[in-house]
């Protein structure tokens, strides 16, 4: 089997993101498990390269077949959109604006089959709107670009994965926005990205809303029978390995321990929380559903302005980034 290509989005040149790209690029084992391109600027690159102390050279391409995937080489798509002298840790349209515009040249190439997956570094949501470019992260991005309605996140970390039903609401609307409708497009998202991941017939477990599950209507007022299990119903007559719903505070332990490749969350802490407990550094953040049928990862933090051209930023996020691109990358 090939190995997969994966297109590394810059991110904002004035924060970390060609520092820990750099760094990441220098462990063996990301030419062993896929064949990395850059999507950015050479000259942010080449500046990353001498100030990391990196034995890189920039090999700029302007298709994949160009590129030479080998030890001590970058292959980088070169949107020469930055000035040389861009000055690192400070809010810059100009580096919003790439930012934007690199995230775009990735969608064209994976929706092309260029890429089968496409890792994001940072960006900074202030440079991006003075940039022009009104969004509120990544996510968002990447939607509107390949005109997908149907998305969710994914969490995923060595012992655990989670998709959720709701994400960025208060936790009273996330409730009220829970539908039988939206648990089986989950459901069928969740199957769809592990079994092209090459997962065979992936067990999916669903969570409980309330806690023990609702325990048969002892606790709140019958949310899971009207929102959740109309849907696993469904999944299941479809042919989804899916079960449910479980109580929560049960339920993570479980998939840890192996029972289920996923769970899916109803609201941002109920999935967030068991993830970071079990380390930030290996936390990564899947976008699926994507048209196109390409999987994009990021890393869980941000631009780091305060430390940026310092050489201290560190790639252990970076890195389980790209191992979940490879990971899930359609096989």
């Known amino acids: ?28 084992e990301v030419l062993n498990k896929c064949r990395p391109v850059v999507i950015g600027d050479a000259k942010s690159m080449q500046r990353a390269i001498e100030q990391t102390g990196a034995a890189f050279t920039v090999h700029t391409v302007s298709s994949t077949a160009e590129c030479e995937f080998k030890p001590g080489v ?29 995230i775009q040249k990735a969608v064209e190439l994976a929706q092309a089959g260029e890429l089968q997956g496409v890792c994001t570094a940072p960006l ?16 968002e991005i990447f939607a509107e670009l390949t005109d997908t309605q149907n998305y969710s996140m994914m969490l995923s970390s060595p012992k655990l994965k989670v998709i959720h039903l709701t994400t960025h609401v208060g936790l009273r ?25 090459g997962y065979d017939r992936p067990r ?27 849907g696993i119903r469904q999944a299941i007559e479809e042919g989804i390995n899916a079960s449910g719903p479980y109580p929560a505070d049960t339920l993570f332990y479980r ?10 969350a109803c609201y941002h802490d ?21 048209k196109g049928g ?23 996020s970076m890195l389980a980034a790209l191992a979940s691109a490879v990971e899930l990358s359609p096989k």
């Open 124 to 139: 900074n949501k202030e440079a991006l709107h003075k940039g022009g470019h009104l969004y509120p992260g990544h996510t």
């Open 1 to 28: 089997m090939s190995k997969p290509i994966i297109g590394i989005t810059m991110g904002d040149a004035a924060g970390v993101g060609p520092e820990i790209i750099v760094k990441a690029l220098q462990h063996e």
């Open 204 to 230: 999916i477990a669903v969570c409980g809303i309330n806690p023990h599950a609702g325990e048969n209507g002892l606790f709140g007022e019958g949310e899971e029978e009207e929102k959740l299990i109309p």
């Open 294 to 316: 390409f999987i994009r990862t990021s890393v869980d933090h941000g631009t780091a302005f305060d430390i940026a051209g310092k050489n201290i930023a560190d790639e252990r």
């Open 270 to 290: 109920q999935g967030h929380v068991p993830i970071k407990v079990l380390g930030l550094e290996e936390g990564v953040n899947i976008t699926v559903g994507l």
């Open 74 to 102: 970058i292959d980088c798509f070169d949107l020469n959109l930055l000035p040389a002298d861009l000055k690192q840790g400070e809010v810059s349209a100009v580096a919003g604006d790439a930012a934007f515009q690199f």
């Open 255 to 264: 998939a840890v321990r192996g029972d289920f490749d996923i769970v899916i």
């Open 173 to 197: 609307k996330a409730i009220d926005n829970i539908t039988p409708e939206r648990t089986l497009t989950v459901l069928r998202l969740a199957h769809a990205t592990l079994t092209r991941a």
